[in-house]
């Protein structure tokens, strides 16, 4: 079914039009008439002139390390056209250099070198691939240490890379510097009327098609720009920003996926058109339009911004132009789980709020029926919490995931404490200081508003009280009777008083002043003692980890009845007995991550105990998880919560850049700040169709670029019915459920980039195939846009299937047929 367009072209041009062919297999010394005599390069294209109605056309199954820039305009009846001609897949333009295990040869020990050579010198270099995971840029060779570790000399056009295991193609698979970078694949800088067709573009850190300058009647139609490199705010797949008022641009049947912005639109054109168009994946949004000129019609754009858990696929003011399909509509394509989606879901505040330790146990039998892992991230440091240690343990012994989730559920973000003023009449000035966690109110002639309390927690009180706390503070003030006290609306009581900043003598009887947190205080203790509770007060933590203890018994004596094994926290004891048994093994399951254990046993025989055995240290296996409250975090609070011996934290509800510019998964996802995704509001008030559609976007970003994502809920925000729709979808749509441990444990074992907490690891899955597939919802959804652009990306006839078209640069084709790749 796939046609030779070159044909259907030639008996559209103008009489006078010549027809040039371009090769990678032919030579610029040829004259490019006829497909024997192709030119071989873009750059041959580049700086040549042409006339109104030439055609270029490019070798299908031919590939170009290059980019396009036309020079020549064509005129109103008579475009330039550019596109394709042959059988089989799409002319290629890519940034992607695949290296060969004949490149490379061995500079010193690991170190290897390649020598690139491409049309035109390759003056830097940002992304190199290893296999599916990018690499890390060094800035000289001898810095060189660690796999994937990569250099490029410029003046040279060496890549150095570090294999530690032979040959780098050997080692990784593949070796891939994108080396057009900052470039755009086909740039249209101040030439108008041309045609581009049938190209696919690909492996770009910049732009797929730019057009800039006096650029305008443009018409570009059944292309792909599918970028694949996360380069911070770029690329964009077809990048619109002419000077002038331009009033004549058509973007017809083009797909733009996994760039930064599918379309984006700048500048003060007066009308721009695109129709039949898809975007799905890109990192931020599908359409952004800056001009407020651009119609959308018959389009489709899903799943776009992978920063957050919801989609956001347009921006600015584009005009619908009507037939564009539903937002969060699943496009049912051929593939697009390259990675396991993993998807963690979390009820959040048992131990902050009486209630909600009820409501999430009414929802167990729920996760249990559809067996979906559950963690319930629990808040520690209030009285609730110590009434609750039974219910949180039960739950862990039951083995549900019970995380962190802080001692008071304090956000640093609202650091007001609460406001004082001395309402006294016996002390003429009063002052308040605080200084080294020491809170001083000077009243003279007044005992009761003299104040001289130290701050500084007693590092025992796991439940903190009286004054460890703001609540205890604000309450003993106000029991004075000299002062009026008042806690900030956002200030939660169990905050450890010692995390009030510093003050230097306030006048507060003059004027109220209000006193604030110290943010790296509050977020210290507020990791720190949950996790210091939660050790002192569960076991089992962290994925039921335990410590198997084997001894041999006496080699002479009587032979013993019993054996007593005791634990110590610190080597040479004290000891704790911990229990007595009659074989020589005990399995100790009351354990936590990162606890050192030390252990001794004796024998008893005839009613006599032995003394204590030789000690045997054990260090117990495992990963602590933070869940931050309200998805609040920065690179600060990270670094606290690794100091405090968390290995990982369902971060905020916003991805940082990484060392590559990204959060996914090749280039490495930060294991202290994982997406979180709350559920309020975007999830609420839906039809069951509609949350499994939102739903199916989340697994569907997860899968084609490996970010992991962890979904929360607090108390009454679903129904128990919600909560069901909830997991089908997320089960249905091919999610890879785990709890945030399990999650933890994974990234901790993947490919760390060296001296960060970003971890990297490879594709599991096909590369994403976003074709068409038989249930496809873009089949005839789309309009005509006339019979010069019948033909899709493939090169097969739209109508032959029938009057109505597809959306997109690919029309389904009846799985019989059959049907190349592209």
């Given at each position: 079914?796939?046609?030779?367009?070159?044909?259907?072209?030639?008996?559209?041009?103008?009489?006078?039009?010549?027809?040039?062919?371009?090769?990678?297999?032919?030579?610029?010394?040829?004259?490019?008439?006829?497909?024997?005599?192709?030119?071989?390069?873009?750059?041959?294209?580049?700086?040549?002139?042409?006339?109104?109605?030439?055609?270029?056309?490019?070798?299908?199954?031919?590939?170009?390390?290059?980019?396009?820039?036309?020079?020549?305009?064509?005129?109103?009846?008579?475009?330039?056209?550019?596109?394709?001609?042959?059988?089989?897949?799409?002319?290629?333009?890519?940034?992607?250099?695949?290296?060969?295990?004949?490149?490379?040869?061995?500079?010193?020990?690991?170190?290897?070198?390649?020598?690139?050579?491409?049309?035109?010198?390759?003056?830097?270099?940002?992304?190199?691939?290893?296999?599916?995971?990018?690499?890390?840029?060094?800035?000289?060779?001898?810095?060189?240490?660690?796999?994937?570790?990569?250099?490029?000399?410029?003046?040279?056009?060496?890549?150095?890379?570090?294999?530690?295991?032979?040959?780098?193609?050997?080692?990784?698979?593949?070796?891939?510097?994108?080396?057009?970078?900052?470039?755009?694949?086909?740039?249209?800088?101040?030439?108008?009327?041309?045609?581009?067709?049938?190209?696919?573009?690909?492996?770009?850190?910049?732009?797929?098609?730019?057009?800039?300058?006096?650029?305008?009647?443009?018409?570009?139609?059944?292309?792909?720009?599918?970028?694949?490199?996360?380069?911070?705010?770029?690329?964009?797949?077809?990048?619109?920003?002419?000077?002038?008022?331009?009033?004549?641009?058509?973007?017809?049947?083009?797909?733009?996926?996994?760039?930064?912005?599918?379309?984006?639109?700048?500048?003060?054109?007066?009308?721009?058109?695109?129709?039949?168009?898809?975007?799905?994946?890109?990192?931020?949004?599908?359409?952004?339009?800056?001009?407020?000129?651009?119609?959308?019609?018959?389009?489709?754009?899903?799943?776009?911004?992978?920063?957050?858990?919801?989609?956001?696929?347009?921006?600015?003011?584009?005009?619908?132009?009507?037939?564009?399909?539903?937002?969060?509509?699943?496009?049912?394509?051929?593939?697009?789980?390259?990675?396991?989606?993993?998807?963690?879901?979390?009820?959040?505040?048992?131990?902050?709020?009486?209630?909600?330790?009820q409501f999430i146990q009414s929802l167990l039998p729920i996760f249990q029926a559809k067996s979906v892992p559950l963690s319930i991230a629990v808040v520690t440091g209030y009285d609730l919490s110590q009434q609750l240690v039974d219910t949180f343990q039960g739950w862990?012994?039951?083995?549900?995931?019970?995380?962190?989730?802080?001692?008071?559920?304090?956000?640093?973000?609202?650091?007001?404490?609460?406001?004082?003023?001395?309402?006294?009449?016996?002390?003429?000035?009063?002052?308040?200081?605080?200084?080294?966690?020491?809170?001083?109110?000077?009243?003279?002639?007044?005992?009761?508003?003299?104040?001289?309390?130290?701050?500084?927690?007693?590092?025992?009180?796991?439940?903190?009280?009286?004054?460890?706390?703001?609540?205890?503070?604000?309450?003993?003030?106000?029991?004075?009777?000299?002062?009026?006290?008042?806690?900030?609306?956002?200030?939660?009581?169990?905050?450890?008083?010692?995390?009030?900043?510093?003050?230097?003598?306030?006048?507060?009887?003059?004027?109220?002043?209000?006193?604030?947190?110290?943010?790296?205080?509050?977020?210290?203790?507020?990791?720190?003692?949950?996790?210091?509770?939660?050790?002192?007060?569960?076991?089992?933590?962290?994925?039921?980890?335990?410590?198997?203890?084997?001894?041999?018994?006496?080699?002479?004596?009587?032979?013993?009845?019993?054996?007593?094994?005791?634990?110590?926290?610190?080597?040479?004891?004290?000891?704790?007995?911990?229990?007595?048994?009659?074989?020589?093994?005990?399995?100790?399951?009351a354990v936590n991550p990162q606890q050192t254990w030390f252990y001794v046993t004796t024998s008893v025989a005839n009613g006599t105990e032995s003394g204590f055995s030789n000690e045997v240290p054990a260090t117990v296996p495992g990963q602590w998880v933070y869940v931050?409250?309200?998805?609040?975090?920065?690179?600060?609070?990270?670094?606290?919560?690794?100091?405090?011996?968390?290995?990982?934290?369902?971060?905020?509800?916003?991805?940082?850049?990484?060392?590559?510019?990204?959060?996914?998964?090749?280039?490495?996802?930060?294991?202290?700040?994982?997406?979180?995704?709350?559920?309020?509001?975007?999830?609420?008030?839906?039809?069951?169709?509609?949350?499994?559609?939102?739903?199916?976007?989340?697994?569907?970003?997860?899968?084609?670029?490996?970010?992991?994502?962890?979904?929360?809920?607090?108390?009454?925000?679903?129904?128990?019915?919600?909560?069901?729709?909830?997991?089908?979808?997320?089960?249905?749509?091919?999610?890879?459920?785990?709890?945030?441990?399990?999650?933890?444990?994974?990234?901790?074992?993947?490919?760390?980039?060296?001296?960060?907490?970003?971890?990297?690891?490879?594709?599991?899955?096909?590369?994403?195939?976003?074709?068409?597939?038989?249930?496809?919802?873009?089949?005839?959804?789309?309009?005509?846009?006339?019979?010069?652009?019948?033909?899709?990306?493939?090169?097969?006839?739209?109508?032959?299937?029938?009057?109505?078209?597809?959306?997109?640069?690919?029309?389904?084709?009846?799985?019989?047929?059959?049907?190349?790749?592209?």
């Amino acid at each position: 079914m796939i046609r030779r367009i070159a044909a259907m072209l030639l008996m559209t041009g103008a009489a006078m039009a010549t027809t040039y062919y371009v090769d990678p297999a032919g030579s610029n010394a040829n004259d490019g008439l006829s497909p024997q005599t192709a030119w071989r390069t873009l750059l041959k294209v580049g700086i040549s002139t042409f006339q109104p109605g030439d055609q270029i056309l490019f070798k299908r199954d031919a590939v170009w390390n290059e980019w396009l820039t036309p020079l020549s305009s064509g005129t109103a009846g008579n475009p330039i056209k550019f596109d394709a001609y042959g059988n089989g897949r799409p002319p290629e333009f890519t940034g992607r250099y695949q290296t060969k295990i004949s490149d490379w040869t061995n500079t010193s020990g690991s170190v290897w070198q390649a020598t690139l050579n491409a049309t035109q010198a390759i003056s830097q270099l940002k992304f190199v691939q290893f296999g599916t995971i990018w690499g890390n840029a060094q800035t000289a060779q001898n810095l060189l240490a660690h796999d994937r570790d990569w250099y490029y000399d410029a003046n040279t056009q060496i890549l150095y890379v570090y294999a530690s295991s032979g040959n780098p193609v050997t080692r990784y698979g593949l070796v891939s510097p994108m080396i057009l970078s900052g470039q755009s694949l086909i740039n249209i800088n101040g030439v108008s009327w041309l045609e581009i067709q049938h190209i696919k573009l690909d492996w770009y850190d910049a732009y797929g098609v730019q057009v800039q300058g006096a650029s305008d009647h443009l018409w570009l139609a059944n292309m792909l720009a599918d970028s694949q490199v996360p380069n911070g705010t770029v690329p964009i797949g077809f990048y619109v920003h002419p000077t002038g008022t331009p009033a004549d641009i058509h973007l017809y049947n083009t797909d733009s996926h996994r760039n930064y912005v599918g379309y984006r639109f700048d500048g003060a054109a007066s009308a721009v058109e695109l129709k039949n168009c898809r975007a799905f994946v890109n990192r931020t949004y599908g359409l952004m339009d800056n001009t407020g000129s651009v119609t959308y019609a018959n389009c489709h754009f899903y799943a776009n911004n992978i920063a957050t858990g919801i989609s956001t696929d347009i921006t600015g003011a584009p005009i619908d132009g009507g037939g564009n399909l539903a937002a969060d509509t699943p496009p049912n394509v051929r593939g697009f789980l390259s990675y396991p989606a993993r998807i963690t879901v979390t009820y959040d505040d048992p131990g902050l709020v009486d209630g909600s330790h009820q409501f999430i146990q009414s929802l167990l039998p729920i996760f249990q029926a559809k067996s979906v892992p559950l963690s319930i991230a629990v808040v520690t440091g209030y009285d609730l919490s110590q009434q609750l240690v039974d219910t949180f343990q039960g739950w862990n012994d039951a083995g549900w995931d019970v995380n962190s989730h802080s001692a008071s559920h304090q956000y640093f973000t609202f650091p007001n404490a609460f406001t004082v003023q001395y309402t006294g009449t016996a002390a003429s000035s009063v002052t308040l200081s605080i200084a080294n966690k020491h809170l001083t109110v000077t009243a003279p002639g007044d005992p009761n508003g003299q104040v001289d309390w130290d701050l500084s927690s007693s590092g025992t009180d796991l439940v903190a009280s009286g004054l460890d706390t703001l609540g205890g503070i604000i309450f003993t003030l106000n029991q004075r009777g000299v002062f009026s006290v008042s806690a900030d609306p956002n200030m939660k009581s169990a905050v450890k008083s010692e995390d009030l900043a510093d003050v230097t003598a306030q006048d507060i009887k003059a004027a109220a002043y209000t006193l604030t947190m110290e943010k790296s205080r509050l977020m210290a203790d507020e990791l720190g003692w949950a996790k210091k509770w939660m050790n002192a007060n569960l076991v089992g933590l962290g994925g039921h980890h335990s410590v198997t203890l084997n001894w041999n018994p006496p080699g002479s004596g009587p032979t013993p009845s019993s054996y007593r094994v005791y634990r110590g926290a610190v080597s040479g004891g004290p000891y704790q007995l911990l229990t007595e048994v009659v074989q020589p093994q005990y399995v100790d399951h009351a354990v936590n991550p990162q606890q050192t254990w030390f252990y001794v046993t004796t024998s008893v025989a005839n009613g006599t105990e032995s003394g204590f055995s030789n000690e045997v240290p054990a260090t117990v296996p495992g990963q602590w998880v933070y869940v931050y409250p309200g998805s609040f975090e920065d690179s600060s609070t990270e670094t606290i919560a690794a100091a405090a011996g968390y290995a990982g934290a369902r971060g905020s509800a916003s991805m940082q850049p990484g060392p590559s510019a990204a959060t996914v998964l090749g280039s490495g996802v930060n294991i202290q700040n994982i997406l979180s995704q709350g559920v309020v509001p975007n999830f609420q008030n839906l039809s069951d169709a509609q949350l499994t559609n939102k739903v199916r976007a989340l697994v569907f970003k997860s899968g084609v670029w490996g970010v992991p994502i962890g979904i929360f809920f607090h108390m009454n925000e679903l129904a128990p019915h919600q909560v069901g729709v909830l997991l089908d979808a997320l089960k249905e749509s091919g999610a890879t459920l785990m709890t945030n441990t399990q999650l933890v444990e994974y990234l901790s074992g993947a490919q760390p980039d060296v001296g960060t907490t970003y971890f990297a690891d490879a594709a599991t899955g096909d590369p994403p195939d976003f074709r068409p597939s038989m249930t496809s919802v873009t089949t005839d959804q789309g309009t005509s846009v006339g019979t010069e652009f019948k033909y899709d990306l493939m090169g097969v006839d739209q109508t032959q299937f029938g009057g109505a078209w597809d959306v997109g640069a690919f029309v389904l084709v009846p799985e019989m047929l059959g049907r190349a790749r592209p």
